[in-house]
């Protein structure tokens, strides 16, 4: 065809691809210089209304932003093949669709099904916050390049379409304001959609990505759309043999035919998505990666999931659009894992990913001494003599009390994932999956309230530390930025610099004197970078740490030694007075799962690790060339959040799913005495953190709220 220049801008190149509504084509942007993707709406006999709806919608997803959204760059109306059309400028994506991989190679792997899905996930969490619908989420709307990011494509488009588009169409089409293979039960009725319906296509498109076909089949588009409101699906386990079945129940729970029943939000699902990737090591569990992408060679029989999904239940539903939750309750859905999605979602990102993943983080211990916290034991606590250790720890022999909860912090609108206190412990920041981190006031803990809100982050916040100074606030952040900002009025933080590191990052901590700053990504790097002019060009190193999530990251009091833990079951320990120049001094070893958060003892003898092992380990790293385990703590649960009192008279750590704060006595580092644990949690206990005075100890909660407790 001649060459087609739209509005003396964007000339058409290449046809990527066709569909009933329109074409998409690769173009260059004669202005910018770049290349780009053009969809051209081609549908005949757009009405005026029609046009009109298509700006609007245009408008609102150029504002939609993440890492798993195709960018919207521009939109317009030209005449194109004797019609004038509107069209849409969207960034273009290398990659293949899901569609296309999925037909070309077979069904995929169920971990490569759940990354693409927590990605999605993430995706569908931003445009649902902007109470955008997608509307016809379907494997050919999703692109995933080589290295497996995705990208989700058509925000907005299916609600242009739907004023031009009847339930009749779907004996022409296949289409009502979607795809008939991947539309909710409400959707081929007609009925009022929220992000409830995205969930049920989702959860087709995890059918087709599994078995290569989606939970239902027909002749024609009408009857598959009437067997998505009559028939309940089988799980998807009965077209491809080594799916497992907490995978299955995912799939079954999205393709519930009462929205009701669904999850309440994507954001629930990514972590979900997350626990289930992260489950991959447990005792009776998956190997969800072990599958060969095509194949249908059974899974080992010891490699299956044997328990029921309710050993892994669904996080607490977390709305984003005033939607009805499912009908459980908080303590039956609390997550065993998050992702945190991932989890990674995700992508998954990690998701992923992302996403991923797992929670918990302290705020680490390196910023001074202060007084001497009391710890809890619970009534008829004796009186404990004093006593010394090699480690330096020392305990009074006044009886100890019981901590008391004095704060619950609700301001946030998602789970938090950590949580950190300011070196005057009058401020506590933390750290949440709302893309935020949130600033409160607790010089008095029993009222505090809110500060400031750091919100420029476009995905969610994993982790936050606060300089020695206090003035500095640090934010990790899966949208693969670092926020620096400054803090010096709480009621109103300054955004300094966004510092773009490329990968979806983890724990964040600064060393003790402030110049640096260190933070784990999802590949397993680790980047040192140089923040003593935090608003210029700011130097960074990077450290080839592991081979899986670089989750939390710790210095030495003396700021010599960087600590770094791992999903690939280590922590390593790295020489860092001169960053430009670190090097690997030694490897503690001995968890048998992820490694989540660590914490150095203030007196830089003593690691602590926190492990979805179900264990403690305290490690003496006097030599760091040589650490050895000094004592193993048995737990009920995942040891989450780990953080050391100020004075180093006890640890606590997060205590995951069974909701509780955990609390260790270490008058004698190698044989610690357990505390009563600290309770009030309704969701999962993720990160930990003391107060550097030793007064508080908070705790982050995927309830969506941080509690907070007095000794």
């Not at 009405?47 to 298509?54: I, K, N, P, Q, V």
């Not at 990659?95 to 990605?119: H, S």
């Not at 050391?644 to 190698?670: E, I, K, Q």
Request: hydrophobic share 40%; glycine share 10%.
């Amino acid at each position: 065809m001649a060459e087609v220049l739209l509005d003396g801008r964007y000339r058409l190149v290449r046809l990527l691809g066709r569909g009933g509504m329109g074409e998409v084509w690769q173009a260059h942007d004669a202005r910018i210089g770049r290349e780009v993707a053009v969809k051209i709406v081609t549908a005949g006999g757009l009405s005026g209304e029609a046009l009109a709806r298509f700006d609007r919608e245009a408008r609102i997803i150029g504002g939609l932003s993440g890492p798993s959204i195709v960018t919207v760059h521009d939109y317009g109306h030209d005449d194109y093949a004797g019609e004038n059309v509107p069209y849409l400028v969207m960034e273009l994506v290398a990659g293949r669709t899901i569609a296309d991989r999925v037909r070309t190679d077979g069904p995929v792997a169920p971990r490569a099904a759940l990354e693409w899905a927590v990605q999605i996930c993430e995706a569908l969490t931003v445009a649902h916050a902007a109470n955008v619908v997608h509307r016809d989420i379907k494997p050919s709307n999703v692109m995933v390049s080589d290295a497996g990011v995705v990208k989700v494509l058509d925000f907005g488009i299916a609600r242009f379409v739907e004023g031009e588009q009847t339930l009749t169409d779907l004996t022409a089409t296949g289409m009502v304001i979607g795809s008939a293979e991947y539309m909710s039960p409400e959707q081929a009725q007609g009925g009022h959609l929220d992000a409830r319906s995205d969930l049920y296509s989702l959860g087709c498109l995890l059918y087709f990505a599994l078995t290569g076909r989606g939970p239902f089949e027909a002749d024609t588009p009408l009857s598959v759309a009437l067997l998505h409101v009559s028939r309940t699906p089988e799980a998807p386990s009965r077209y491809r043999q080594g799916i497992p079945a907490a995978v299955d129940q995912l799939v079954l729970t999205l393709l519930a035919k009462d929205p009701q029943d669904r999850p309440g939000g994507a954001l629930t699902v990514g972590q979900w998505i997350r626990n289930l990737l992260l489950r991959e090591e447990d005792p009776a569990t998956v190997k969800l990666a072990n599958e060969t992408p095509g194949t249908t060679k059974p899974l080992p029989e010891s490699e299956r999931i044997t328990a029921p999904i309710a050993a892994v239940p669904l996080p607490a539903p977390t709305p984003q659009i005033a939607f009805t939750p499912p009908p459980t309750s908080p303590k039956e859905n609390h997550s065993r894992r998050w992702f945190l999605s991932g989890a990674a979602a995700v992508a998954a990102g990690g998701a992923a990913v992302g996403t991923w993943l797992a929670i918990g983080h302290s705020s680490g211990t390196s910023s001074g001494h202060g007084a001497a916290p009391k710890t809890g034991t619970g009534a008829g606590a004796g009186t404990a003599t004093t006593s010394s250790s090699a480690f330096g720890t020392e305990k009074s022999a006044a009886a100890l009390t019981d901590p008391t909860q004095v704060a619950r912090l609700t301001g946030q609108k998602a789970p938090v994932n950590h949580v950190a206190f300011s070196p005057d412990s009058k401020i506590l920041v933390g750290a949440a999956q709302d893309n935020t981190a949130r600033l409160y006031d607790v010089s008095d803990p029993t009222r505090p309230s809110s500060l400031g809100v750091c919100a420029r982050h476009t995905a969610m916040v994993f982790d936050t530390a606060v300089s020695p100074d206090g003035r500095t606030l640090a934010t990790s952040s899966h949208d693969q930025s670092l926020g620096l900002w400054d803090i010096g009025d709480p009621s109103s933080p300054r955004l300094l610099n966004q510092v773009r590191l490329g990968e979806q990052l983890a724990g964040v901590r600064f060393s003790p004197d402030g110049t640096v700053v260190a933070v784990g990504t999802w590949s397993g790097k680790v980047f040192l970078l140089d923040v003593r002019r935090p608003t210029g060009t700011v130097q960074q190193w990077t450290l080839a740490a592991h081979s899986d999530i670089a989750y939390g990251v710790a210095f030495s009091p003396d700021g010599k030694t960087l600590a770094t833990g791992s999903f690939d079951k280590t922590a390593k320990l790295w020489d860092v007075r001169d960053p430009g120049a670190a090097r690997l001094l030694g490897t503690a070893a001995g968890h048998t799962d992820r490694v989540f958060d660590i914490a150095y003892h203030p007196n830089g003898d003593l690691l602590a690790t926190g492990s979805g092992d179900h264990s403690l380990i305290l490690f003496d790293v006097s030599n760091p060339a040589a650490p050895t385990i000094l004592t193993r703590v048995a737990e009920p649960d995942e040891a989450t959040g780990v953080a050391f009192s100020p004075d180093g008279r006890m640890v606590a750590n997060g205590g995951g799913a069974s909701t509780v704060v955990r609390l260790y006595d270490l008058a004698t580092p190698a044989a610690p005495r357990a505390l009563p644990p600290l309770t009030g949690h309704t969701g999962y206990a993720l990160g930990v953190a003391f107060s550097p005075d030793g007064r508080l100890l908070a705790s982050a909660d995927q309830d969506n709220s941080i509690l907070v407790w007095r000794f």
